[in-house]
């Protein structure tokens, strides 16, 4: 999980991993790491997910956390413009450290859509440019379970790729 300071990554964890959300916000010191296990077509995907500490200056971020990692959720305040484009940095740097890695864009706080500052016209651009991109909020559960299935649908897809490539006689 990544994402600027106070976008929802932790409460959208708690949420998936326990069903619970509290409006009392605490800051995620360095990574708090969870565990769920999902049915994914028929198959059990474990989800070992890392809340990291999030960053509004989007250089200080550790990427050598996503080094090993499968995929991983970039996270926006709808109602914070400035968290969008310290996502889009975000992704761009992992792209680069890490390579070409599944992941989900998760626009937060669909709960608070009349306040938002992210037009649906950029989130639509966002798909159009290939994202996956859902629209999220812990407080209600809207879309929380959908996007780390997602995820992990993302992450089999592409083992089931490496292993069709793998199998290939020359």
Known sequence: MIGAFS?????????????????????????????????IDGEEVDLILWDLAGEDDYITVKMSYLRGASGYISVVDGTRRDT????????????????????VVLVNKVDLKDKWKISEHEIQ????DGLIVLRTSAKTDQNVQEAFHALAQEMLARDVQKKDVLNESP
Do not use: M, N, W
Request: aromatic share 8%; net charge neutral; no cysteine.
């Open 7 to 39: 976008v929802g990554k932790t409460s959208l964890v708690k949420k998936f991993v326990t069903g619970f959300f509290s409006d009392r916000y605490q800051t995620t010191l360095g990574v708090v790491i969870e565990k769920k296990t999902v049915l």
């Open 125 to 128: 651009q966002l798909e159009y």
């Open 84 to 103: 969008l484009e310290t996502a889009l940095e975000l992704i761009r740097r992992a792209e680069q450290e890490v390579g070409d890695l599944p992941h």
